[in-house]
C-alpha cells in the first residue's frame, strides 16, 4: 500500500520560500505515476498547485506557476514543493498525492496534509 | 483557470439517495471522462471515491456512484448514512494539462 508524508517549515516568514518534501513508501516513483500538490485554506476548497511525473516533467496551475517549483528525487524516493515570495494567502494545509485514472492528474491516494502558516 | 461549480450544500434522510452537481466547461468536465470525486471529513484527507466519470476505487461503497453529460458531471449517494456526512469536491482534468477542483458541496445527513 503505498504511503505519503508530507514534510517542511510549519510556520514561514512574508516573503520568505515555503518548502515541502513528500516523502514516498510503498512505491517506487521511478517505476511511474503522476505525484501532485494540492493545498486547502483553512476552511476554503481545495487547490490544485501542480504535478510532476516520475522524469521531472512538470504542470502547474496558471495561477500560481510563476512562483512554483515542483522537482522529484527518484533516488530518496521523495518530490518537491516551493512557492517563492509567499504572503498570508499562502496560509493552508498541503498535501500530496498520487494519481490516479486515465488522465493520471487525479490525487488517488494522499498524505495526512501540513499545515502551513505565513506570519511575521 | 475557474473551479468547478458545485452546490454550496445538499441534504437528505437517512436511507435516502441525493445528487451533487459539478458544472464545467467544454475545456475541462466536457472534454474528458476524466472527472473525479472527493469524500472529505472535518480535519481528515480528502478521499478519492470515483474516478473517469463513474468507477470506484477497491473499498469504496456501490452506494456512491458517478456519470456525465455534457459539461455536467453528477455524484449520486444512494441508502444516505449518518458517515456520508462530509465535504464533496469534484475534479477534473483540462485540455491545458492541468487540473482543476469544484468549490465545494457540505453534505448534511438529516
Known amino acids: 500500500q503505498v504511503q505519503l508524508q508530507e514534510s517542511g517549515p510549519g510556520l514561514v516568514k512574508p516573503s520568505e520560500t515555503l518548502s515541502l518534501t513528500c516523502t514516498v513508501s510503498g512505491y517506487s516513483i521511478s517505476s511511474g505515476y503522476y505525484w501532485g500538490w494540492i493545498r486547502q485554506p483553512p476552511g476554503k476548497g481545495l ?3 501542480g504535478t510532476v511525473y516520475h522524469d521531472g516533467t512538470t504542470y502547474r496551475n496558471p495561477s500560481l506557476k510563476s512562483r512554483v517549483t515542483i522537482s522529484v528525487d527518484t533516488s530518496k524516493n521523495q ?3 516551493k512557492v517563492t515570495s509567499v504572503t498570508a494567502a499562502d496560509t493552508a494545509v498541503y498535501y500530496c498525492a498520487r494519481g490516479a ?3 493520471g492528474f487525479s490525487p488517488g491516494y494522499w498524505g495526512q496534509g501540513t499545515l502551513v502558516t505565513v506570519s511575521p | 483557470q475557474s473551479a ?4 454550496a450544500s445538499v441534504s437528505g434522510s437517512p436511507g ?3 445528487t451533487i452537481s459539478c458544472t464545467g466547461t467544454s475545456s475541462d468536465v466536457g472534454a474528458y471522462n476524466y472527472v473525479s470525486w472527493y469524500q472529505q471529513h472535518p480535519a481528515k484527507a480528502p478521499k478519492l471515491m ?4 463513474s468507477n470506484r476505487p477497491s473499498g ?3 452506494r456512491f456512484s458517478g456519470s456525465k453529460s455534457g459539461n ?3 455524484l449520486t449517494i444512494s441508502g444516505l448514512q449518518a458517515e456520508d456526512e462530509a465535504d464533496y469536491y469534484c475534479g477534473s482534468y483540462t485540455t491545458s494539462i492541468t487540473y482543476v477542483f469544484g468549490t465545494g458541496t457540505k453534505v448534511t445527513v438529516l
Do not use: K
Open chain 1, 47 to 49: 487547490e490544485w498547485i
Open chain 1, 79 to 81: 518530490f518537491s514543493l
Open chain 1, 101 to 103: 485514472g486515465g488522465s
Open chain 2, 4 to 7: 468547478l461549480t458545485q452546490p
Open chain 2, 16 to 18: 435516502q439517495s441525493i
Open chain 2, 50 to 53: 470515483i474516478y473517469d466519470v
Open chain 2, 60 to 62: 469504496v461503497s456501490n
Open chain 2, 72 to 74: 455536467t458531471a453528477s
